[in-house]
């Protein structure tokens, strides 16, 4: 019987080929974008710090991500602004930044107050810090800067959300 060569190509190709993609893993794994893109969307940035964001369904351009909220959040800590993000990775190292998630440790000009969800993303891994961080700063600066922080007792010259537990009135 006569050997045919493409069927023996056929097997060749498919034994080889879970090989190759063993030695390549980097073909299916997602980049470092992808893997920031991800984490920004699913730890829910973009809805503090994009303005519209919950409105538009989630379906903002990229241009408009993360440049930081003109509408205030008031509690016992004063009034805070979600910071434009693509403005301040812009001055904050990597390093800075995985130190500020990682090891709480705030920075002069950013002293981590509310309601930014801090307890949660001390959580996160470095490499996820790192890979939101390079995400962030993939998507180039835009926007202006957010509103300054306004001290407790004074009044915000902005709109701004009152975090105050209400009582309700008990009834008769
Ligand atoms: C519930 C709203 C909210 C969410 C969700 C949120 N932030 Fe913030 N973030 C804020 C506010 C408000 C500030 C300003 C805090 C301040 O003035 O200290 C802030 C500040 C920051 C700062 C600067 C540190 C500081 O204290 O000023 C960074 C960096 C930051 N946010 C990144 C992120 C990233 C990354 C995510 C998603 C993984 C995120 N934020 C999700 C509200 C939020």
Not at 50 to 72: A, N, Y
Not at 90 to 116: G, N
Request: hydrophobic share 40%; net charge positive; with cysteine.
């Amino acid at each position: 019987m006569k050997k045919n060569p493409v069927w023996k190509a056929v097997v060749f190709w498919l034994m080889a080929t879970p090989v190759a993609l063993g030695a390549t893993p980097h073909v299916w794994a997602p980049t470092v974008t992808q893997a920031g893109r991800y984490l920004v969307l699913a730890g829910g940035c973009n809805d503090c710090h994009t303005p519209g964001w919950e409105r538009s369904g989630g379906k903002l351009p990229w241009s408009q991500w993360l440049t930081g909220s003109p509408v205030g959040f008031q509690g016992p800590w004063g009034t805070t602004y979600a910071h434009n993000l693509r403005l301040l990775v812009q001055h904050v190292s990597e390093r800075q930044w995985v130190a500020m998630f990682k090891y709480k440790t705030p920075l002069p000009a950013y002293p981590m107050r509310p309601p930014m969800p801090w307890v949660n993303y001390h959580q996160l891994s470095v490499r996820d810090l790192r890979a939101i961080y390079a995400f962030i700063k993939g998507l180039g600066p835009a926007g202006r800067p957010a509103p300054s922080y306004v001290p407790p007792g004074q009044t915000p010259k902005t709109p701004y959300i009152v975090f105050v537990p209400q009582q309700p009135k008990s009834v008769p």
